[in-house]
């Protein structure tokens, strides 16, 4: 059973920085790709980067985040990162790790709430 537990959302001021962690279970990181996602409100949830593994053999980042977070992993403790640095206040909204399930469903975690203050 696939799952993905996120953690590491919080207050931090404008041009802090927090570090996402998204715990997974069900399947391999070597294997398998993990992106992350996130939903701000009143708005549709967006891509915000994507991990190595699967046919992704390179990490990718959406333009409004490039060069301020970076996705990382570990595969010994089946762990994925998302490293938020400079962060705005535009920011602000449930962080979501994810994974295929078929090519056109997904396997979601429970999201972690990141608030930006400026």
């Known amino acids: 059973q696939v799952q993905l537990v996120e953690s590491g959302g919080g207050l931090v001021q404008s041009g802090g920085s927090l570090r996402l962690s998204c715990v997974v279970s069900?399947?391999?990181?070597?294997?398998?790709?993990v992106s992350w996602y996130r939903q701000a409100p009143g708005k549709e949830r967006e891509w915000v980067a994507s991990?190595?593994?699967?046919?992704?053999?390179?990490?990718e980042y959406a333009d409004s985040v490039k060069g301020r977070f970076t996705i990382s992993k570990d595969n010994a403790k089946n762990t994925v990162y998302l490293q938020l640095n400079s962060l705005k206040p535009e920011d602000t909204a449930v962080y979501y790790c994810?994974?295929?399930?078929?090519?056109?469903?997904?396997?979601w975690g429970q999201g972690t709430q990141v608030t930006v203050s400026s």
């Open positions: 994810s994974t295929l399930k078929t090519s056109r469903e997904r396997y």
């Open positions: 069900g399947f391999t990181l070597s294997t398998k790709g």
């Open positions: 991990s190595l593994g699967g046919i992704t053999s390179s990490p």
